[in-house]
């Protein structure tokens, strides 16, 4: 795997892959000694144009997990304020010998660009760019899920139904998910008010409910939360839902349609939360409620992700602790 930008590139037989490798890194951290000799001596660089603190802090323990050098770059406070381009800030970083670099961005594309352009020799990682793509989230969701209802290494998501609920039209994190759920097998409903609906949504591999109460009926296997967007929202004039209560009322997930969903059913958040918005503190904290599990799954996923992409052909030798 040379670069990592969108769950669609992923087949299965490589989507598989990535979540055996992140098994076996999770694994790993279990035991005493969690740090692992694989990636010593290259350098990784956290390229951030965009707010994060999950994403962020996730790369970098991934990173130093596998022992690698990690720089962390912000624009803010950087020459980017000073408005330099992407290409030059590439060609710096090149400069430097970045073997991978982990970029957020706010503009959709920017990381395939900086893949392709031939800036860099380095492997790129997609750690989310506009409203795009944000693939190692939608990986860790899918791990998660094999870890909860097909456990085994191996295993795809085949015959599972998964909602996805809320503000799928700035969501990055939906669109990497419909992908790549569909290439596992995974059955995906996307369910939000009409104003929340991309165009051209019904091109995408899944189905589209604007009723909650319905689709939780149908009894999915899994219930992904999705953030309400405010602050992307704000920035198009607002106006996408009445008021937050109306939202709460018709779209989040209180304790009572938790109660509805079958005993095997887990609840899914890519945080951070709006608590009492999309999710209510009570299905936030309920034992089937694996957000936090997500939070610690994200680490194992990265750490696959940085070895399968800088590990080249060595990537299948066994993964060995640190002694």
């Given amino acids: 795997m040379r670069h990592l930008l969108s769950t669609a590139d992923l087949d299965r037989a490589e989507a598989v892959v990535v979540l055996d490798t992140a098994a076996q890194m999770a694994a790993t951290q279990s035991r005493e000694i969690k740090k692992l000799p694989t990636l010593h001596g290259r350098t990784v660089v956290n390229l951030f144009f965009e707010d994060s603190t999950r994403t962020r802090i996730s790369f970098e323990t991934a990173a130093k997990r596998l022992s690698a050098d990690v720089i962390n770059f912000s624009a803010k406070g950087s020459s980017v304020s000073k408005g330099e381009s992407l290409k030059d800030t590439a060609l710096t970083l090149q400069a430097m010998g970045a073997d991978a670099i982990v970029i957020r961005h706010q503009a959709s594309g ?176 309920s034992p089937r409620s694996v957000i936090v599990e997500q939070v610690a799954n994200g680490v194992a996923v990265r750490m696959a992700v940085l070895y399968l992409t800088l590990a080249g052909s060595s990537a299948s030798a066994p993964i060995e602790e640190t002694r």
Avoid: K
């Fill in 110 to 285: 920017a990381p395939h660009l900086l893949a392709h352009a031939g800036w860099v020799d380095a492997a790129v990682i997609n750690a989310g760019d506009g409203t795009h793509q944000h693939p190692t989230q939608a990986l860790l969701d899918a791990f998660t899920l094999r870890r909860h209802l097909r456990p085994g290494l191996g295993e795809d998501l085949a015959g599972l139904r998964v909602a996805i609920v809320g503000d799928v039209l700035h969501s990055r994190v939906a669109r990497s998910n419909v992908h790549l759920l569909h290439t596992l097998g995974a059955h995906v409903t996307l369910v939000a008010p009409p104003t929340l609906v991309p165009v051209g949504v019904e091109a995408w591999p899944c189905e589209v409910s604007y009723d909650l109460d319905a689709t939780l009926a149908a009894a999915p296997d899994a219930v992904m939360m999705l953030r309400v967007q405010r602050e992307r929202m704000s920035g198009a004039g607002g106006g996408f839902f009445p008021s937050p209560l109306e939202y709460a009322r018709r779209y989040g997930l209180d304790g009572a349609r938790l109660r509805m969903l079958p005993d095997h059913a887990i609840v899914l958040h890519p945080g951070p939360m709006n608590r009492g918005l999309e999710i209510s503190a009570e299905a936030a904290d």
